[in-house]
Every structure is written in structure tokens, then in C-alpha cells.
């Protein structure tokens, strides 16, 4: 699918965030990873080719900004 690099790039943001203490910028990227992932399947399902579909299914966003002590 044409917007899959997003998710990449998302998984590689977050990685170099962990690797460098930026604990918070990291679970911020995570979040950030699963509304793309939820945006490119909905978008996917109604254009009838929805590959992440099953990867959905077993989570949920409930639309809100993470908050912690570091913020």
C-alpha cells in the first residue's frame, strides 16, 4: 500500500527516541503509530484492500493524549 512508509518511518522515530532517553517521545510515537495504522486501514476498508485489518482488531485508541509526570 502506498502510505505503508509512514509506519516505518513512525517505528524508526520511536526507536532512536527510546535509544536516547526520550522515554516520553517514544510512547508519543507508539500512540502516533497506531492512529496511522487505524487512519491507513480505515481508508484501506473503504477502498475495498484493508491489509491491517486483523492488527486492529485487538486494540483500541481512545482518542486522548497520553499524560505522565515528564510532560
Known amino acids: 500500500m502506498k502510505n505503508d512508509w509512514i509506519l516505518d518511518v513512525l517505528a524508526d522515530l520511536r526507536n532512536f527516541a527510546h535509544a536516547n532517553g526520550l522515554d516520553a517521545l517514544a510512547?508519543?510515537?507508539e500512540d502516533t503509530k497506531l492512529v496511522a495504522?487505524?487512519?491507513i486501514t480505515s481508508i484501506a476498508e473503504r477502498s475495498g484492500t484493508a491489509p491491517y485489518?486483523?492488527?486492529t482488531k485487538t486494540g483500541s485508541y481512545?482518542?486522548?493524549a497520553r499524560t505522565s509526570a515528564r510532560a
Do not use: P
Open 62 to 64: 481512545s482518542g486522548g
Open 27 to 29: 510512547a508519543q510515537l
Open 53 to 55: 485489518a486483523d492488527e
Open 37 to 39: 495504522t487505524a487512519e
